[in-house]
C-alpha cells in the first residue's frame, strides 16, 4: 500500500490533465481512463470537438464562392463513404475483404472525418450492437433520449476509453494502433491541406473567387460539422423515425431520407436484422450510394467477397423455412391440375 494520499483536489487535476494530452494522444494514461460508473460530461476533453463547431462561425468572415461551396459538398460525401463503407461496414462488421494497404488508406481517409480512429469507432459500434436499445447500449435514443444519441454519448469520460477487446482482430495492425492513438494527426494535416489546396486556387485560377482561408472554413470545418451530424443521425434519429420491416428486439428503423444523407445508412432495420451484409439497401428500389461504390472497388479489384442478401434473410425467413419452399415450388409448376379437379367433390 503507498503511503502517499491523494486529495479530491489531485485527482481532479490529474483527469483534467489527462483531459488535455488526449487531445493529442488519445491513450494517454489509459489505465486511469473512467469507464464504470455514470457518465459525466468531460469539458476539457471535448473543447476541440466544440472548437470544429464555433469555427463555421469563420463564414462571416471569409464569405462563400461556389467553388467552396462545391468542395465542402464532394468532400462530405467522399469521407461519408469512408465512413460508412470503412469504418462501418468493413473495420465493424468484416463484410468485405480487401488487402492490407487498401485498409491503411481508407483508415486515413476516415481518419479526415475526424471521428476518432477506426479502432476506437469500430470497437463502440460492435458493442452497440450487442446491447442495441438496452441499458447497456451506449447511444440509445431510448434509454438516453435525443441528445445523449445524438452526440452525448462520446463526450463523457465512460466512452472517450477505446473498447479494444471488441475490436482485437485489427488491433493487432500497428498502422491502425498509430492512427487510433494519434487520431488528431490527420484532421490537421486535412485542415493545413485543405488552406493550402484554397491558396493554390486563389493564385493559379483567381477566376473561381476562393482563398485559403475560405477553403478552410468551407473544405474542412463546415463540411466536417456537417459529416458529424448526417453520420449522428443514424444513432439517434434512426432508431426514433421510420419504419421496421423486420423484428429486430430493438427501435432499429428504415428511413428513406437518412439513406439519401448518409449514402445508404438509414436502411437500419434492415441492416439490424442482417449486419454480416455489405448492402443495407435489401432491395433494388432502396438506394444504397455506399453499396455501389464499394461493388465498383470489387470490379477494380481493391476489395472481394463482398456479401450480399441470401434471399430467405431478405424474406424474413430461416434458411430452413426457404430450402422448403425452393424444393417444392418446381414440383407444383410440374404436376399441372387439371381445372376438372375443381368439380370433383370432396
Request: hydrophobic share 45%; charged share 15%; with cysteine.
Given at each position: 500500500m503507498s503511503d502517499v494520499s491523494t486529495t479530491p483536489s489531485q485527482t481532479t487535476s490529474r483527469e483534467s490533465w489527462y483531459s488535455f494530452i488526449r487531445w493529442f494522444d488519445s491513450w494517454a494514461g489509459l489505465e486511469n481512463m473512467k469507464i464504470e460508473g455514470p457518465p459525466k460530461f468531460d469539458f476539457i476533453r471535448s473543447i476541440p470537438f466544440i472548437a470544429v463547431h464555433l469555427m463555421c462561425f469563420g463564414v462571416y468572415?471569409?464569405?462563400?464562392?461556389w467553388t467552396a461551396v462545391t468542395v465542402a459538398v464532394a468532400f462530405y460525401f467522399?469521407?461519408?463513404?469512408?465512413?460508412?463503407?470503412?469504418?462501418?461496414?468493413?473495420?465493424s462488421h468484416r463484410t468485405f475483404k480487401t488487402s492490407r494497404g487498401v485498409q491503411l488508406a481508407f483508415a486515413i481517409l476516415g481518419g479526415m472525418c475526424v471521428q476518432r480512429g477506426p479502432l476506437w469507432w469500430a470497437g463502440h459500434h460492435r458493442h452497440h450492437h450487442i446491447a442495441s436499445d438496452t441499458?447497456?447500449?451506449?447511444?440509445?435514443?431510448?434509454?438516453?433520449?435525443?441528445?445523449?444519441?445524438?452526440?452525448?454519448?462520446?463526450?463523457?469520460?465512460t466512452h472517450y476509453a477505446p473498447r479494444?477487446?471488441?475490436?482485437?482482430?485489427?488491433?493487432?495492425?500497428?498502422?491502425?494502433?498509430?492512427?487510433?492513438?494519434?487520431d488528431v494527426l490527420i484532421p490537421?494535416?486535412?485542415?493545413?491541406?485543405?488552406?493550402?489546396?484554397?491558396?493554390?486556387?486563389?493564385?493559379?485560377?483567381?477566376?473561381l473567387g476562393t482563398n485559403g482561408p475560405q477553403m478552410l472554413i468551407w473544405g474542412f470545418f463546415i463540411s466536417t460539422v456537417a459529416l458529424a451530424h448526417?453520420?449522428?443521425?443514424?444513432?439517434?434519429?434512426?432508431h426514433v423515425y421510420g419504419s421496421q420491416r423486420y423484428e429486430t428486439g430493438d427501435d432499429s428503423r428504415n428511413n428513406f431520407i437518412?439513406?439519401?444523407?448518409?449514402?445508404?445508412e438509414g436502411w437500419h432495420n434492415n441492416h439490424h436484422y442482417y449486419p454480416a451484409s455489405t448492402r443495407q439497401g435489401f432491395y433494388w428500389w432502396e438506394i444504397d450510394v455506399t453499396y455501389y461504390c464499394?461493388?465498383?472497388?470489387?470490379?477494380?479489384g481493391l476489395i472481394w467477397d463482398v456479401r450480399g442478401v441470401p434471399e430467405h434473410v431478405r424474406e424474413g425467413k430461416t434458411k430452413q423455412e426457404s430450402d422448403r419452399v425452393t424444393i417444392k415450388r418446381p414440383i407444383d409448376m410440374s404436376i399441372p391440375v387439371p381445372t376438372q379437379a375443381e368439380n370433383i367433390p370432396a
Open positions: 468572415w471569409v464569405g462563400w464562392s467522399i469521407r461519408m463513404f469512408a465512413i460508412t463503407g470503412w469504418y462501418h461496414r468493413y473495420f441499458p447497456d447500449d451506449v447511444h440509445s435514443p431510448r434509454q438516453g433520449g435525443f441528445i445523449w444519441s445524438h452526440m452525448g454519448w462520446f463526450t463523457s469520460q479494444f477487446k471488441s475490436i482485437m482482430d485489427f488491433y493487432k495492425f500497428p498502422e491502425l494502433r498509430f492512427l487510433d492513438r494519434f490537421i494535416l486535412t485542415g493545413f491541406a485543405m488552406f493550402g489546396f484554397g491558396s493554390l486556387l486563389e493564385l493559379c485560377a483567381p477566376e448526417g453520420t449522428f443521425t443514424i444513432n439517434s434519429l434512426s437518412l439513406a439519401l444523407i448518409t449514402m445508404g464499394l461493388k465498383v472497388l470489387e470490379y477494380l
